[in-house]
């Protein structure tokens, strides 16, 4: 008597994070759904607010007409510089972000084929993905621990020692909601505040910046 072959079980489909970072609907679903988008938000996410750098990939997508990494790689500086300037401009700082962007989309397309999500579907593990995110144009060694912890916990993709290498202080790691969001910026200006608490009215600029 034949036996009968069981089916094969498909994987569970994960639905795309919520990502209530810029009180723009399709800026969020964009970010959460594409990881070139990702990576150019938090490439954006310095010395401007939450919002202003995560709705960036989507001002990148209207005004250069792509997020594929090659072609925007490819592109002439200038016209990515003039799409960073353009009101509203994309950064405080639009000249040197764009030459940033430009410089994260080569890496993702001469190092990762163009796919973003490689770059993390492809580590070993939690230190080899901390690295690949430390050496990409405007991240950095904190920027890469945040990343592990964004990936581990709003993709789902957890490398073993995830744990070890994400922070323990709260980051967008955390952020799903829009109170979450709030939340998490208080707490930023507090710690900020603290900070600028901690410093003497006398101290000179080098003695301030050791602290």
């Known amino acids: 008597m034949a036996t009968?072959?069981?089916?094969?079980?498909?994987?569970?489909?994960?639905?795309?994070?919520?990502?209530?970072?810029?009180?723009?609907k399709e800026a969020d679903r964009l970010v959460g759904?594409?990881?070139?988008?990702?990576?150019?938000?938090?490439?954006?996410?310095?010395q401007v607010p939450v919002e202003w750098?995560?709705?960036?990939?989507?001002?990148?997508?209207?005004?250069?007409?792509?997020?594929?990494?090659?072609?925007?790689?490819?592109?002439d500086p200038s016209?990515?510089?003039t799409a960073f300037r353009t009101p509203p401009a994309l950064h405080r700082y639009p000249g040197s972000m764009a030459q940033r962007v430009q410089g994260l989309c080569a890496v993702v397309a001469e190092q990762y084929g163009g796919d973003?999500?490689?770059?993390?579907?492809?580590?070993?593990?939690?230190?080899?993905l901390q690295r690949r995110f430390a050496a990409l144009p405007?991240?950095?060694?904190?920027?890469?621990?945040?990343?592990?912890?964004?990936?581990?916990?709003?993709?789902?993709?957890?490398?073993?020692?995830?744990?070890?290498?994400?922070p323990e202080w709260p980051t967008l790691a955390d952020v799903h909601t829009v109170k979450e969001r709030?939340?998490?910026?208080?707490?930023?200006?507090?710690?900020?505040?603290?900070?600028?608490a901690q410093q003497e009215p006398g101290d000179p600029p080098a003695k301030r910046a050791r602290r």
Do not use: H
């Not at 990939?57 to 792509?66: C, D, H, N, Q, S």
């Not at 405007?138 to 290498?165: C, D, H, N, S, T």
């Open 53 to 75: 750098a995560f709705m960036g990939p989507l001002r990148v997508r209207e005004r250069l007409g792509t997020l594929d990494a090659k072609r925007l790689a490819r592109m």
């Open 33 to 46: 759904e594409n990881p070139l988008a990702l990576l150019i938000g938090f490439c954006l996410d310095q």
């Open 182 to 196: 709030e939340d998490y910026q208080a707490q930023k200006r507090a710690f900020k505040a603290s900070l600028r």
């Open 138 to 166: 405007g991240f950095g060694p904190m920027k890469a621990r945040i990343m592990v912890g964004v990936v581990a916990k709003q993709l789902g993709v957890k490398p073993a020692g995830w744990k070890e290498i994400a």
């Open 4 to 24: 009968a072959t069981k089916a094969p079980v498909k994987p569970a489909t994960r639905s795309a994070p919520r990502m209530d970072w810029t009180g723009n």
């Open 116 to 128: 973003a999500s490689r770059i993390w579907r492809e580590a070993a593990d939690a230190r080899e």
């Open 79 to 81: 016209k990515v510089e």
